[in-house]
């Protein structure tokens, strides 16, 4: 899979084969931001039941009452515990736990593919 983010969090690619999780990343500017700019981009091999998720910041940028953020570990336990399970069971629990952390207060996007 090509992929190419601009200034945006690294993919996480859930390996089945080899149950380890891998942040993939490329340093590009945001989108529009120059005229001319060139994006880079990455390739990751994706075997059948990897799964890859893509979010945006408002699910790593939630923080709790004493002003901790939760970061990226709640996307990446619940693809290590929960890779085999539908997708939608893996997105409403990265949801649920980002929720039950902190208040939200930015959008909150998040997209799972999986290789069959």
Request: proline fraction near 4%.
């Amino acid at each position: 899979m090509t992929y190419s983010l601009a200034a945006h969090l690294p993919l996480f690619h859930f390996q089945e084969q080899t149950a380890t999780l891998e942040r993939c990343a490329v340093e590009n500017f945001p989108v529009a931001m120059f005229p001319s700019v060139r994006y880079v981009t990455g390739r990751v091999r994706c075997l059948p039941g990897d799964v890859i998720a893509m979010s945006t910041d408002g699910l790593t940028e939630v923080f709790n009452r004493a002003g901790e953020e939760i970061g990226y570990t709640h996307i990446e336990a619940a693809l290590i515990k929960s890779a085999g399970r539908p997708l939608d069971e893996i997105a409403s629990q990265i949801l649920k736990s980002a929720s039950s952390f902190g208040k939200i207060t930015d959008d909150r996007t998040l997209l799972l593919i999986r290789r069959l």
